[in-house]
């Protein structure tokens, strides 16, 4: 029963940190509707650490993929070969170790004014709790004067053992959540 107690304590608290935090920057001064070509600035993404474990071929490729799409849902066009982007875009991935306490009481009396209480005493036992967070982050930057006129990032709590096709819809959620106030209004 407290192992049960335990677990749905440390599901609660890690659904709570999966609240997403989706983050836009931007320069003001920028045209955005003059923006209408991209292409990738190389390495198209860079992932923090650099760790094989987390570095990979799959991944890459759904990241430039969902990001793809979305500025072709913007009306952003990839630029034809040889042509100068009006957008360079880069993205990274950044993976953190996090850690939250949870504490979980339990004991306790029982009964009413009545009846009288009965039962043991109250414990309270905390626990560190480590998950890790991957966030992915966008940048665009001007291809001209290769200054960054556009940021946008969003973390999610990485779950053990997804599927492969689990990896790709929350890959194109979240680049989707990213991109969602591109153009800055």
């Given at each position: 029963m407290f192992r049960r107690l335990v677990l749905l304590a440390m599901a609660a608290l890690l659904t ?170």
């Amino acid at each position: 029963m407290f192992r049960r107690l335990v677990l749905l304590a440390m599901a609660a608290l890690l659904t709570a940190c999966a609240a997403n935090q989706v983050n836009h920057d931007f320069d003001a001064s920028r045209d955005f509707a003059a923006y209408r070509s991209w292409s990738w600035k190389e390495p198209a993404v860079q992932y923090r650490p650099d760790d094989p474990r987390i570095k990979s071929d799959l991944t890459e490729q759904r990241i430039r993929q969902a990001v793809a799409d979305q500025l072709d849902q913007r009306g952003l066009r990839p630029a034809a070969a040889g042509a100068k982007a009006d957008l360079k875009v880069q993205t990274y991935l950044i993976v953190e170790d996090r850690q939250q306490q949870v504490t979980t009481s339990y004991g306790g009396g029982y009964g009413g004014p009545w009846n009288g209480y009965w039962g043991g005493p109250m414990y309270n036992e905390t626990r560190n709790v480590s998950y890790k967070v991957a966030t992915i982050q966008i940048d665009l930057l001007d291809g001209k004067d290769g200054k960054l006129v556009w940021r946008g990032s969003d973390e999610q709590t990485l779950s053990r053992t997804p599927k492969p096709e689990d990896r790709s819809n929350t890959i194109r959620q979240t680049v989707g959540r990213i991109l969602a106030n591109y153009p800055p209004r």
